[in-house]
Every structure is written in structure tokens, then in C-alpha cells.
């Protein structure tokens, strides 16, 4: 496994590219369909009604090159704010993994709320409350979003309780080895409420 520096540096300069989606650029040619979509590979969207706290929400989950091939079990690599991290963490973990041997073949696992995107108030609400420990009527994006804040215990226990195990049912995931990806607002981990995510990296 790579050091905590090597992993946040990469996600760090990922962050920089900025990209939101999936999409292809349109090409100009009039015979090219326009609006064509480009697939992630070897991934998939699963929908997680949380019992925690009502929230639907989806986890974005990439299994890394060779995963059919053999039946090694693989860390996770948690990512939040699934809807821009997502394609970023994927590419770059790839890259940093088969041609760098700078990162870890790994899990990825990243945890947004169905139908948000792109609305960038359901965006900033849905942050406001997954994100923060306690209830505060000021700060952050504004009031008007910390109305709902204070979810965060909540939110973590989704986490652990529920995503987490989800995952470890259906992939082979190492329970052993997890790292928690987040930025500004998230991850909201105070001591004892994370105790099964092995954080090497808290922010990018």
C-alpha cells in the first residue's frame, strides 16, 4: 500500500480537472451522433435507501482492472460527493495503479444522493446536512441550507452500517483495509465513529 502523502498528492492534482460527468465531447462531424455517452467501465450504480435517515442514495462502484480474473480480496477506496469525485478518482487511481505503480488496485466506492445532480442547491443541502456533526444555524452555504444541518452521525452510521456492508456482500473487499476521501465539509469523522474506515487520506 502507498503512504497517506503519495494517495492525497494524486487526489489532490485529480481535483484540478474539474470534470462533472461522463460525456463525450460532441464531435463536429454531421454523420457522428450527438449526445453520445461514454460508460464507465467495470462500473456500476447501486441504490441505498438508508434506514438511518430516509435518504436515497447511490453508490457509484468501480472494481479495477483484472478484478474477473482471479479471487483476490481488494481495499476500498471511499470516495463522497460521488457525482464530480467519482470519474476523477476512477481515471486517476487507474492511471496512478497499472502505469505508476503509485497506487493501490483497488475498490472504489463512491457515495452520492440519487437524483441530485445537477442541482447545485440540492447539492449544497444535501451536504449541509451529511457532513456536519451538529446543528448550527449559521455558516456554511448559508442558513437557508444549515435549516437540515446536523446529519452527520447519521450519515456515518449509513456508512458503516449499511453502504459499507453492502459492498462487502457483493465485491470482494478487503474489510480490513478502507480509506475515507473527502474535501472541505467531508469526511465528518469524530473519534469512535469511524472506527471501521481506516483513514489515510482526509481530504483532497
Avoid: K
Avoid at 463512491?110 to 451536504?127: F, H, K, Q
Avoid at 448559508?142 to 446536523?150: A, D, I, K
Amino acid at each position: 500500500m502507498t503512504t497517506s502523502t503519495t494517495r492525497r498528492g494524486a487526489f489532490g492534482a485529480a481535483a484540478f480537472v474539474g470534470t462533472a460527468g461522463l460525456a463525450m465531447p460532441r464531435d463536429p462531424r454531421p454523420d457522428v451522433e450527438a449526445g453520445t455517452a461514454w460508460v464507465m467501465p467495470s462500473s456500476t450504480v447501486v441504490p441505498l435507501t438508508s434506514a438511518m435517515n430516509g435518504v436515497d442514495y447511490a453508490l457509484y462502484v468501480r472494481t479495477p482492472v483484472g478484478y474477473d480474473e482471479g479471487d483476490r480480496r481488494y481495499p476500498v477506496i471511499v470516495t463522497l460527493d460521488a457525482d464530480y469525485s467519482f470519474p476523477i478518482a476512477a481515471m486517476q487511481l487507474e492511471h496512478l495503479a497499472a502505469r505508476m505503480n503509485q497506487g493501490p488496485e483497488a475498490i472504489l466506492v463512491s457515495i452520492g444522493v440519487a437524483g441530485i445532480y445537477p442541482d447545485v442547491r440540492g447539492y449544497r443541502r444535501e451536504r449541509s446536512r451529511d457532513y456536519t456533526p451538529v446543528f448550527h444555524p449559521d455558516g456554511g452555504y448559508g442558513p437557508e441550507f444549515q435549516l437540515g444541518s446536523g446529519g452527520g452521525p447519521a450519515f456515518l452510521r449509513m456508512l458503516t452500517e449499511e453502504a459499507l456492508p453492502l459492498v462487502a456482500s457483493r465485491w470482494r473487499a478487503d474489510a480490513d483495509d478502507r480509506t475515507l476521501v473527502g474535501h472541505s465539509y467531508g469526511p465528518y469523522s469524530p473519534p469512535g465513529c469511524c472506527r471501521p474506515i481506516r483513514r489515510r487520506s482526509a481530504v483532497i
